[in-house]
């Protein structure tokens, strides 16, 4: 009995899910939902891409500047001696 009784309130259960979730698809407000995920998903990756090319640019100015000046010659251990 206690079978019986557990499978029809799970039955009944996921047939009002479902037809909850078919008014929310019918209704357009899933649609809506997806759309403002979407919007907030390309915004993230506008977001990311500037970031990217902002710090790959600051990362080219500083190999710039440092081609520019010569690199500090080594002080060998003779030279020091002397």
């Known amino acids: 009995m206690l079978h019986l009784r557990s499978t029809v309130s799970t039955s009944l259960g ?3 899910i479902g037809l ?3 008014a ?3 209704s357009g407000l899933l649609r809506k939902a997806a759309v403002g995920v979407i919007r907030g998903g390309v915004k993230a990756s506008a977001w990311a891409e500037d970031r ?3 710090a790959r640019d600051n990362v ?3 190999v710039e500047e440092a081609r520019k ?4 010659c080594p002080v060998t251990v003779k030279e020091e001696k002397a």
Do not use: F, W
């Open 14 to 16: 996921v047939a009002v």
């Open 20 to 22: 909850a979730t078919y």
């Open 24 to 26: 929310v698809y019918k």
């Open 52 to 54: 990217y090319k902002c």
């Open 60 to 62: 080219k100015d500083m």
């Open 69 to 72: 000046e010569p690199a500090p």
